[in-house]
């Protein structure tokens, strides 16, 4: 899996080339990165980034293409995707909704990788929340979980659902094959 975000780094000094005021109200940059997810470093594995100015736009699609590409060339050649291969490695390019643009999608289907985006929660969105009845959600599995042990889904019942939408939303522009699952939890008790 290769996660990709955006990080605000700060500048303290207005002299730095690029940088520029930030959505923050600070000053500075809004640099893309790609992590690896490896449970076996802490804080995941730097595969590329772009320090770009502080004013650049959260989805951006060429600059996540970008980065993209550059992490899955750093992929060693025997572990990277090759598209219409079924033997071929599989990859999961994870975003929030900020990467979440036709053109990265339509990218990651060209390059054979899978994604999983944020999807943003307009009108349509809420529309389809609404349509879905109780049958319609079923218990959400956790990677720490999945096929291991549902102690805590027993604890928490209902806590952490999911339900799938892609029946009840326009994805015309989304490549074929695109789904859009929904995620519904209560809020986290305060702490005492």
């Given at each position: 899996?290769?996660?990709?975000?955006?990080?605000?780094?700060?500048?303290?000094?207005?002299?730095?080339?690029?940088?520029?005021?930030t959505?923050?109200?600070?000053?500075?940059?809004?640099?893309?990165?790609?992590?690896?997810?490896?449970?076996?470093?802490?804080?995941?594995?730097?595969?590329?980034?772009?320090?770009?100015?502080?004013?650049?736009?959260?989805?951006?699609?060429?600059?996540?293409?970008?980065?993209?590409?550059?992490?899955?060339?750093?992929?060693?050649?025997?572990?990277?995707?090759?598209?219409?291969?079924?033997?071929?490695?599989?990859?999961?390019?994870?975003?929030?909704?900020?990467?979440?643009?036709?053109?990265?999608?339509?990218?990651?289907?060209?390059?054979?990788?899978?994604?999983?985006?944020?999807?943003?929660v307009?009108?349509?969105?809420?529309?389809?929340l609404?349509?879905?009845?109780?049958?319609?959600?079923?218990?959400?599995?956790?990677?720490?979980?999945?096929?291991?042990?549902?102690?805590?889904?027993?604890?928490?019942p209902?806590?952490?659902?999911?339900?799938?939408?892609?029946?009840?939303?326009?994805?015309?522009?989304?490549?074929?094959?695109?789904?859009?699952i929904?995620?519904?939890?209560?809020?986290?008790?305060?702490?005492?």
């Amino acid at each position: 899996m290769l996660d990709v975000d955006a990080s605000i780094s700060l500048d303290h000094s207005d002299h730095k080339e690029n940088a520029a005021a930030t959505w923050k109200r600070t000053y500075g940059f809004h640099t893309l990165l790609v992590f690896a997810d490896r449970t076996e470093i802490a804080s995941g594995e730097a595969m590329a980034g772009k320090l770009r100015p502080g004013n650049a736009g959260s989805n951006t699609t060429c600059d996540h293409i970008e980065v993209l590409t550059e992490a899955l060339a750093s992929i060693p050649e025997n572990f990277r995707p090759r598209p219409a291969d079924p033997t071929s490695p599989s990859v999961l390019i994870r975003s929030d909704s900020a990467g979440a643009t036709y053109g990265s999608a339509e990218f990651c289907r060209q390059v054979g990788v899978g994604f999983s985006f944020g999807f943003a929660v307009r009108e349509p969105v809420r529309d389809a929340l609404g349509l879905l009845n109780d049958a319609a959600w079923l218990p959400a599995w956790t990677a720490s979980t999945c096929g291991i042990d549902d102690q805590r889904r027993r604890q928490h019942p209902g806590r952490r659902l999911v339900g799938e939408a892609t029946d009840l939303l326009d994805l015309s522009d989304w490549p074929a094959g695109s789904r859009v699952i929904l995620r519904k939890e209560r809020p986290h008790p305060a702490p005492n």
